[in-house]
């Protein structure tokens, strides 16, 4: 019976080591393709690293070059060039050091009231009284502390009469009601006319504008009242034929001005803010000829920043 003993012993040494042997290779396989992993992550991490700052080099020269060509039309975005540079400057201008490539120049053709001076007037101690025009410098004013008692239509009568304005009840009021609520205010912007220029007699709207000026300085004694000119339409609008046109514009804009200049108050030529060269407002200033874009109402809002 030894003999059978001996016999399975060893086939029992045999399969350990089979065992043993096939763990090792299973081990050896494990650690080398976890060794390639990392090898080949290795790389990789170099490649993309090398890449992304070859790229922002040739991007950062490409755009000094270009800038450095035109004006900007914009402070946010550098202007295109109006000519493709050769391949001997773009080699050239990648192969020199940041403080040799050219600067850009500085624009020259911002709009002036493209952007305020005083960046910190949050206009916290202002209110504005108007129409539909002063309803868009509400909707894209970016000053939240400014107070706004204004309606689509509103005119220089019906905001004693109309009940247009939000109360600080939820209740809806005239302006006189808004203005009785006791807020005193350091600024008061009054812009009203253009619902008004096809009345038949302006005397009738410088007897309500007086009445409103007294009434501001009955709830707000300090205040500075600033007398506004009414905006000027476009050329397009002003073909139109009916009483919203640049002349009539105009024409109450000296009632106004004189009215400010006899009664106290500040006259405050916001249409030179936003009038060209023809005293009209630009086609591209609005899509109705009367009530202005974002971005003319930021230059209404900015020449009242910089004058006020």
């Known amino acids: 019976m030894r003999p059978k003993t001996d016999k399975n012993a060893k086939q029992r040494s045999r399969v350990r080591l089979h065992q043993s042997l096939f763990t090792l290779c299973c081990f050896v396989c494990v650690v080398f393709a976890v060794g390639w992993m990392i090898h080949s992550a290795g790389k990789r991490t170099v490649f993309f690293t090398f890449s992304s700052a070859d790229s922002s080099s040739r991007n950062s020269s490409s755009t000094a070059s270009n800038s450095s060509s035109l004006p900007q039309s914009d402070s946010s975005s550098s202007a295109d060039s109006s000519s493709v540079p050769s391949a001997d400057s773009s080699d050239s201008s990648e192969s020199s050091s940041a403080s040799d490539q050219p600067q850009p120049d500085t624009p020259t053709d911002l709009h002036p009231y493209s952007a305020p001076k005083d960046l910190n007037d949050e206009l916290d101690d202002a209110l504005f009284i108007g129409d539909s025009r002063t309803v868009g ?172």
């Open 137 to 308: 410098l509400y909707n894209n004013c970016d000053r939240p502390k400014a107070t706004f008692y204004c309606s689509i239509g509103l005119n220089i009568q019906t905001c004693f009469e109309t009940q247009s304005i939000r109360l600080d009840n939820g209740n809806m009021g005239t302006v006189e009601d808004a203005l009785a609520q006791g807020h005193k205010f350091g600024r008061v912007y009054i812009n009203f006319g253009t619902n008004e220029m096809g009345w038949p007699y302006y005397d009738s709207f410088i007897q309500y504008y007086a009445r409103l000026v007294q009434t501001i300085r009955q709830y707000s004694p300090d205040a500075k009242i600033y007398a506004e000119s009414i905006l000027p339409v476009t050329g397009s609008r002003a073909m139109q034929g009916d009483a919203i046109n640049n002349e009539n514009v105009r024409t109450l804009n000296e009632y106004i001005q004189r009215f400010a200049n006899e009664n106290g108050c500040v006259y405050l030529a916001c249409d030179s803010a936003v009038a060209d060269d023809n005293g009209q407002l630009p086609e591209e200033a609005s899509t109705d000829g009367v009530h202005l874009s974002i971005e003319y109402c930021k230059y209404w809002l900015n020449y009242i920043i910089d004058n006020t």
